[in-house]
């Protein structure tokens, strides 16, 4: 079940989180390459699957800095961002004004696309770290599918669950939340989301397991087509050593 107040909470800490986020993503410049560069923002596996994207309606769900959406409107689709924090969609669209790109904006929560037809998209995009703000993986899935044609691909590419679970202990790693425990966890915290400190914002992260991602998938109509898990860059906001760990989750599926 969606809890409305974890979500509301959430989206409070991520509408304060705007200004460093949208100076984090102004620090790397990734946004401004990524129309002409896609390559940057999208795996091999993603560009294999996703094909020839000219004309086609892609909905990226959790769009945050937009790189995604900038990348796939870059590559000719008919891109619609979504996003909780209006904060992030004012500063998205500003930033694709200022690309020249054409792309729908509309905030609303994952959990609840009733904005939008059924099968109205050919395909969804998510991820990047949007599944720990969400309470119900397999409501966020559903809804997912339900606005994709059959035939059409939902891709969710997100932060490896295995990375969360740790924390630094000497020069390694000792386990800090048993990998089975979804949570909610609660934080009290300022709104640097990257380098938080305490502070008056409360937000809840949920650590779902690969299987939970995968059966949600199941669970919304869609039939695997392709799992990876990969990389190995190691962010100086993780807080442990997570040399040899993958990185992210891709998961490749086609609404049957
Ligand atoms: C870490 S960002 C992920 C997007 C992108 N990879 C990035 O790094 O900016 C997380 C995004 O998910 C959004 N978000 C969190 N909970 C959400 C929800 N329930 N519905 C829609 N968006 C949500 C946040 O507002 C934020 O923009």
Redesign the pocket.
């Known amino acids: 079940m969606v809890d409305a107040k974890i979500?509301a909470a959430?989206?409070a800490r991520?509408e304060a989180a705007v200004p460093r986020?949208d100076a984090a993503?102004d620090s790397r410049g990734l946004w401004r390459r990524c129309p002409k560069e896609p390559d940057l923002v999208l795996c091999p596996a993603e560009r294999d699957h996703l094909g020839d994207l000219s004309g086609k309606r892609v909905c990226v769900?959790?769009?945050?800095?937009?790189?995604?959406v900038f990348a796939l409107a870059g590559l000719g689709a008919a891109v619609t961002s979504?996003?909780?924090?209006q904060g992030?969609l004012d500063v998205a669209a500003r930033r694709a004004e200022e690309l020249r790109l054409d792309i729908a904006f509309l905030r609303?929560?994952?959990?609840d696309l009733g904005a939008f037809a059924d099968a109205h998209f050919d395909h969804v995009y998510t991820?990047?770290?949007?599944a720990v703000?969400?309470s119900d993986i397999r409501r966020?899935y559903a809804e997912a599918a339900r606005i994709l044609r059959p035939g059409g691909l939902l891709v969710v590419n997100e932060y490896h669950p295995f990375r969360r679970i740790w924390r630094a202990q000497g020069d390694g790693l000792a386990v800090a939340t048993p990998y089975g425990e979804r949570g909610p966890f609660a934080y009290h915290r300022d709104a640097d989301?990257l380098r938080p400190s305490p502070g008056p914002l409360v937000s809840y992260e949920f650590h779902w397991t690969i299987a939970d991602m995968i059966n949600a998938v199941l669970h919304a109509g869609c039939q695997l087509v392709a799992v990876e898990e990969y990389g190995e860059h190691v962010g100086d906001w993780e807080g442990a050593p997570m040399h040899g760990l993958p990185e992210l989750f891709l998961i490749i599926a086609v609404k049957a």
């Open positions: 979500h959430n989206h991520w986020w993503a769900l959790g769009s945050g800095d937009n790189q995604v979504v996003d909780i924090a992030q609303a929560d994952v959990t991820g990047g770290h949007v703000w969400v966020y989301i």
